[in-house]
Antibody, heavy 125, light 106 residues
């Protein structure tokens, strides 16, 4: 079965960076886009961007450009999201999610099919 | 940027009742709208995409309708596991979610 397993919770100081991993199994990793979505405590969902695991191409939400970097390692079917210059309002659960559409398409479908369990990132001094 | 609004914010119903949730877009998104369910402490779950297509494994009691700016998620008969928060999301202006509707037990 399809599974996305994320790395564990992180506590970071303001100004630091965090890198969250998302290991895929049960399907062809390079076949589907991977998105990152975050959710602040008690709040709604916010899309951050996607990576095409096949090509390495990325598309980031305007809000995060310059601070977020999404990468992948196809040899271990793992995607990564690194967020830099952390602020207190970056405290959130960060999710990876696979796209409903295949990487054969020129862009993602932007429908989030399978989700990781989430990684809590706490930014506090 | 396209803004999604959802109503009501909270819907209080009993098991077995019908739930009707609304999502409105600030401009047309054609049929490019999805619905997700989220229970406390869990990741969201895709229910409906392209306004009316059920995702894999989603029970038939969930149905979606609408196009343009007005969309509806209907749960025909609430099961205990359906009490959750529901989000709509559009893909025309990538990735935007609505604020959610909480369906709780009356």
């Amino acid at each position: 079965q399809v599974q996305l397993v994320q790395s564990g919770a992180e506590v970071k100081e303001p100004g630091a960076s965090v890198k969250v991993s998302c290991k895929a199994s049960g399907y062809t990793f390079t076949g589907y886009y991977i998105h990152w979505v975050r959710q602040a405590p008690g709040q709604g969902l916010e899309w951050m961007g996607w990576i095409n695991p096949k090509s390495g191409g990325t598309n980031y939400a305007q809000k995060f450009r310059g601070r977020v970097t999404m990468t992948r390692d196809t040899s271990i079917s793992t995607a990564y999201m690194e967020l830099s210059r952390l602020r207190s309002d970056d405290t959130a659960v960060y999710y990876c999610a696979s796209d409903l559409g295949k990487t054969d398409m020129t862009t993602a479908a932007y429908y989030f099919d399978y989700w990781g369990q989430g990684t809590l990132v706490t930014v506090s001094s | 940027e396209i803004v999604l609004t959802q109503s009501p914010a909270t819907l209080s119903l009993s098991p077995g009742e019908r739930a009707t949730l609304s999502c409105r877009a600030s401009q047309s998104v054609s049929s490019y709208l999805a619905w997700y369910q989220q229970t406390p402490g869990q990741a969201p779950r895709l229910l409906i995409y392209d306004a009316s297509n059920r995702a894999t494994g989603i029970p038939a009691r969930f149905s979606g309708s609408g196009s343009g700016t007005d969309f509806t998620l209907t749960i025909s008969s609430l099961e205990p596991e359906d009490f959750a928060v529901y989000y709509c999301q559009q893909r025309s202006s990538p990735g935007t979610f609505g604020p959610g509707t909480k369906v709780d037990i009356k």
